[in-house]
C-alpha cells in the first residue's frame, strides 16, 4: 500500500522560501515520475512540478523560474524548494506519483501559506 508522508509546510512572508520533502512507501519509488500537487482553498489539485525516473523536471507556468523539485532515489524522498513564494501559493501541498490515470490514493498533504 502506498504511504505518502509531506512536511516542511508553513507560514512565510511573500518573498521568502520553503522546502518540502515527501517520504514515499509501499512503491518502487525510483521508476515512477514523481510530482507535487497544490489544492487551493476553492480550487481544483493542479500538479505543478513533476521529476520523471531519469530527473527530467518539468513546471507549470505558474511556478516556473521559483520552484526546483529534486528527488532522492536512496530516500525514497522527492523534495520541492520554493522560493520567491507568492500569496498565490498559499495552498496545500501534495505529493504523487504522476500518472495517465489518478495517482491512487493521498497523503494528508501540508499546508503552505503565504502572507505579510
Known amino acids: 500500500q502506498v504511504q505518502l508522508v509531506e512536511s516542511g509546510g508553513g507560514l512565510v512572508q511573500p518573498g521568502g522560501s520553503l522546502r518540502l520533502s515527501c517520504a514515499a512507501s509501499?512503491?518502487?519509488?525510483?521508476?515512477?515520475?514523481m510530482g507535487w500537487y497544490r489544492q487551493a482553498p476553492g480550487k481544483q489539485r493542479e500538479l505543478v512540478a513533476a521529476i520523471t525516473s531519469g530527473e527530467t523536471t518539468s513546471y507549470s507556468d505558474s511556478v516556473q523560474g521559483r520552484f526546483t523539485i529534486s528527488r532522492d532515489n536512496a530516500k525514497n524522498t522527492v523534495y520541492l524548494q520554493m522560493n520567491s513564494l507568492k500569496p498565490e501559493d498559499t495552498a496545500v501541498y501534495y505529493c504523487n506519483r504522476v500518472l495517465g490515470g489518478a495517482p491512487g490514493s493521498w497523503g494528508q498533504g501540508t499546508q503552505v501559506t503565504v502572507s505579510s
Open positions: 509501499g512503491i518502487i519509488f525510483s521508476i515512477y515520475t
